[in-house]
């Protein structure tokens, strides 16, 4: 498994994304000079109070991460 993306890089988390959507996020970041990576998002980001839809956004969503 990739490194996570941390905040001492130069990366950016823009937005969370479902697989079906990843392709085309990836073509629009990159013809605009970006790189793109995509990490399942951090289930201890998650409030306590919002624990149940963290399993499933951390499940089934990818955060989107750009850099130029």
């Known amino acids: 498994m990739?490194?996570?993306?941390?905040?001492?890089?130069d990366w950016k988390r823009m937005f969370t994304v479902s697989p079906e959507r990843m392709e085309e996020i990836r073509?629009?970041?990159?013809?605009?000079?970006?790189q793109v990576k995509f990490e399942?998002?951090?289930?201890?980001e998650f409030k306590e109070e919002c624990a149940s839809c963290?399993?499933?956004i951390?499940?089934?969503?990818?955060?989107?991460?750009?850099?130029?």
């Open 2 to 9: 990739e490194t996570r993306v941390g905040e001492k890089t």
């Open 40 to 44: 399942r998002p951090d289930p201890s």
């Open 58 to 68: 951390c499940n089934e969503c990818f955060v989107v991460y750009v850099k130029k």
């Open 54 to 56: 963290a399993v499933k």
């Open 27 to 34: 073509e629009l970041y990159e013809s605009l000079g970006y």
